[in-house]
């Protein structure tokens, strides 16, 4: 297997430390979008897997894996739909309370009380599908209008979830950067509100903020069901531009943050060979560009260079940097659906499946297994936050359909 590693020597220094003090300053304070996510009528908490025979296999201690594939239903099945639909609702009391003076509640949004001022507005987003259903997902739930821009090599099944969702979809030629820069260049002419997580400016911008905020709700999740939180050694997140790793990575931290940083996780971004961009960056010391073609079943990390803020979290957080290349991220999917040693099974798509096959790698190649900090005694959390994000993508590569997997999970309920 192609295995390029980076270890973060910066990790945990005064100076990374300085560096990333605004932005994590500015994303403290995730406690109202969690409360506020929690009373959404669609809200359940999405479940830890626990896989015990998997980690015989691999050769540690425990493996977690926290499953996303259904997050407000397996159409829209990605942690991106938290962060979008909150930042809509917040984008819509912003404007409802512009105009009326009296702040909606988001049941009230989902009501026609404020229609017509709603229905005026357009959220817009530059994707490779996630978040573009996500915040389709939240402009039909809340009542405005929303623009989705995707870049050449985004599929037609993607392209597809996001149409029936209610969006308008515009593909723009060449990579995902052209896309955020249309997208960019359409809000700011017409007035219409850029919806990402990506900073520029440390995350002191409503949206990146309402944003990541949301994303929290997955750390939470995740935590509250772990039993004994400090026992876990290894932390694995998929990257692309380093939101989410920055997300919870930094949540993480915060909750550990009391005790000796010596024995806090390793907490590891695994990317694309093709779409390194935070491990060239962690080269560097810098922000870098990936130089990699862009081109990788691993749609949803296919990302020319980070955000400029998360990328200072993980500056300062992240303790390994990993790139891979598609195969590991199929043979993280295959091993996950297939109920593996007798666990259950879990429907991932290829954007997140990558940790999994790292994991897999490590237990066949010493050299991998060696500069993770891998052994017996090792617990891992994997998160997995995507599901069959183009059902036919994931049947091809999986040889199953995630119907099948949903069904096969049925076998495990209490």
Known sequence: MAFFHHANASRFSIQAQTEAATCMKNLSNWTPALAEIRTWPEYLPQPLRTLPGLAHKLGINQLFVKDESKRFGADVGSFK????????????????????????????????TYHDITKRVTVCVATDGNQGRGLAYGAQVFGCRCVDYIHSHVSEGRADKMKELGAVVIRVDGEYEASVSRAKEDARMNGWFFVSSTSW???????????????MVVLEEAVSAIPMLDRITHVLVCGGVGSIAAAIFQGFYTRIRGNRLSNAPRFIVVEPCEADCLLQSAKAGEVRKSEGSLHTLMAGLAC????????????????????????VAVDGMKTLASSCEGDIPVVCGESSAASMGVLLASSTDPTVRKK?????????????????????????????SPAAVFKAQERFAV
């Open 304 to 327: 020319r260079a980070p955000s400029p803020a998360a990328w200072k979290v993980l500056h300062w957080l992240a303790s390994d940097f990993v790139a891979v290349p598609d195969t």
């Open 372 to 400: 993770l900090g891998l052994d017996a005694n090792s617990q891992v959390l994997l998160f997995a936050l995507e599901g069959a994000t183009d059902p036919q993508i994931f049947a091809s590569l999986v040889g199953t």
């Open 81 to 112: 739909a938290l962060g979008a639909p909150y930042a809509v609702y917040q984008i819509l009391a912003d404007e409802v309370f512009a105009k009326t003076g009296t702040r909606p509640s988001s049941a009230e949004l989902r009501t026609p």
């Open 201 to 215: 400016s440390d995350f002191d911008n409503d949206i990146p903020q309402h944003v990541m905020n949301a994303y």
